[in-house]
């Protein structure tokens, strides 16, 4: 990745590697993990014990439909 800036006279030129894919599949995995956190949190204190048995029948029906695609 290069980054080349012009501001005022002056100029700024930065180069660096782009990310490996693994780190950058391994970073994403950890944010859906946040986001998924973050969910399970709010419906927990948002609508209690329906909403969490709910969250958690969705889950079961994702990661269900994730292993068929995958096998």
């Keep these: 990745m290069r980054l080349h800036v012009e501001y005022k006279g002056r100029v700024c030129d930065y180069e660096t590697r782009p990310m ?3 780190r950058f599949r ?5 944010a859906a993990a946040g986001i998924y956190g973050c969910t ?14 709910t969250v958690a029948g969705a889950t ?9 695609k995958t096998v």
Excluded at 26 to 30: E, F, G, I, P, V
Excluded at 40 to 53: M, N, W
Excluded at 60 to 68: N, S, V
């Design 26 to 30: 391994a970073l994403c995995r950890l």
């Design 20 to 22: 490996r894919s693994s």
């Design 60 to 68: 079961l029906l994702f990661g269900a439909g994730y292993l068929i």
């Design 40 to 53: 399970v949190a709010a419906t927990a204190s948002t609508c209690g014990l329906p909403g969490l048995l």
